[in-house]
């Protein structure tokens, strides 16, 4: 069994490519919640965007990455959703299929490498509830963020398909919503939460993804949520980058900051905006930073 | 032809074999247990905003064997792959697979929408999906990140070779 606490960091490709605050406000809980989080110089894109091409060379390049775990022996922490499903299917699907894992072990065979189904991978989220423990998120806690009230967006892939991924309950999703209460904060609960962002329809219609994020917007908006907290780089992306751009092409309001969830986690543990990359973040969220520090004075 | 002829399915272009195909394959097994409920399109996001993206009709259409229609039809790359249907379908179809094995099989033909194409090269050139711009990896030095994976494109491309369709991707995308 692999340590408790002690992970393969697995960044993907969203993240180092223009998410960078996820990660740096992901490293710096996780390290005073007492995470290591241990570098691997070979890992490569998990594979999922291979696998509308070729299923084949994803399932390879999903082993490859927990091949290569298995033998620092250590379990897989990632910060994209994406990544986690993949692997995680990925690693289920080869251990059950004997057959479809020696093929594919013939392919590592090449590089050098076999798969044997003898670590984990898990999201970010995952592994802060179930390793790190809500108790321990709560003790970290300094600056309760009780007067700010938002609302949560989980990424499919964190939760679906649940055959595969067997985390939480795709149809009710709690474990953002404990994890942000955590936090001091007020997590509301709006109309259609649990639908998708529709990132990975961008490129191929964006009208149709925008569309998506726009309804989104809109019922976060009606219950009034100072801010989106999200914990996908892709959601993300969907809904910083794109926030602007909906407000002008449908005529609409919303100027909610989208957050990570490592960012409002990180305020409460008394981590300063700078250090979390607030200033990163494309929609303005200097409104509800001013109200979580005067509460944090007022404490 | 006006619209209506062409809509309208002829004898000729159904392929009673197809199904079969698609049920060999990962992901395609549970294709014939689809009883047509509408779960699927209803509770798809995309099926929402989109006026021609259904996936219970490219199940139907797989099922009846028209081949050269679903895999030619530009919807099939609308789906998000997020999962919904195949963890509401009745009949435990995973739908989301069912569409992926199709976009599989229009790729074999070179059928692959631009975006999917770059970032497939892209992994098979860099070992990464996007090709991570320098300014990106000199702001990780000042921000004191340790340095990115750097990838093992070599050790990729010997697993991957034998695998036919890296030579498709890679042609195509020069
Ligand atoms: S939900 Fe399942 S059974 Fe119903 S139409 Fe879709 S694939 Fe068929
Ligand atoms: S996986 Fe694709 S077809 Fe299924 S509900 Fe999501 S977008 Fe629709």
């Known amino acids: 069994m692999a340590e408790k606490n002690k992970y393969l960091i697995f960044l993907g490709c969203a993240i180092p490519y223009r998410v960078s605050a996820f990660e740096i406000s992901a490293r710096k809980i996780l390290q005073k919640l007492g995470v290591e989080l241990v570098e691997m110089q070979e890992f490569n894109c998990c594979g999922l965007p291979l696998d509308p091409v070729s299923h084949k060379m994803m399932l390879i390049l999903a082993a490859r990455n927990l091949a290569l775990a298995e033998q620092k022996g250590l379990n897989i922490l990632t910060l994209c959703p994406g990544c986690a499903g993949t692997l995680k299917k990925v690693n289920k699907i080869l251990k059950e299929d004997k057959a479809l894992r020696e093929d594919i072990n013939s392919h590592l065979k090449e590089a050098g490498l076999e798969f044997k189904g003898t670590i984990d991978a898990k999201h970010i989220m995952q592994a802060l509830i179930e390793d790190v423990g809500l108790e321990k998120i709560k003790n970290a806690v300094v600056k309760p963020l009780t007067m700010l009230k938002v609302a949560e967006h989980n990424g499919c892939h964190v939760l679906r398909p649940k055959e595969y991924i067997g985390f939480d309950d795709p149809e009710d999703p709690k474990t953002l919503k404990i994890l942000i209460e955590a936090t001091g904060a007020t997590c509301l609960d709006y109309m259609d939460e649990t639908e998708c962002c529709g990132a990975p329809s961008v490129g191929i219609s964006d009208k149709v993804a925008l569309q998506l994020a726009r309804d989104k917007l809109n019922h976060v908006k009606v219950v009034g949520a100072q801010a989106l907290v999200t914990i996908c780089p892709f959601c993300h992306i969907m809904y910083d980058t794109n926030e602007l751009r909906i407000e002008k092409m449908f005529n609409e309001t919303y100027g909610i900051p989208i957050l990570h969830y490592t960012q409002l986690l990180g305020l409460a543990m008394g981590i300063s905006p700078e250090e979390l990359a607030f200033n990163e973040l494309r929609v303005d969220a200097s409104k509800i930073l001013k109200e979580a520090m005067l509460e944090a004075k007022d404490n | ?174």
């Open chain 2, 1 to 174: 032809m006006t619209e209506k002829e062409k809509e309208r399915i002829k004898a000729s272009e159904i392929d009673p074999k197809f199904k079969y195909e698609i049920a060999k394959m990962h992901g395609g097994e549970k294709l014939m247990r689809c009883f047509q409920c509408g779960t699927c399109t209803s509770d798809c996001p995309v099926a929402r905003f989109s006026e021609t993206y259904r996936p219970r009709q490219i199940i139907r259409m797989t099922q009846l064997g028209l081949r050269d229609r679903v895999l030619n039809s530009d919807t099939l790359w609308l789906c998000a792959a997020c999962f919904t249907c195949t963890d509401r379908c009745p009949q435990d179809v995973e739908v989301a697979s069912v569409i992926r094995v199709l976009r599989n099989l229009a790729a074999e033909k070179g059928c692959i929408p631009q975006v999917f194409r770059e970032q497939a090269a892209s992994i098979l050139e860099s070992g990464y999906a996007y090709k991570i711009p320098d300014l990106r990896i000199k702001k990780r030095e000042s921000l004191r990140l340790p340095p990115l994976p750097r990838g093992n494109p070599e050790s990729i491309r010997k697993t991957l070779c034998n695998v036919g369709f890296v030579k498709h991707i890679e042609k195509k995308g020069e």
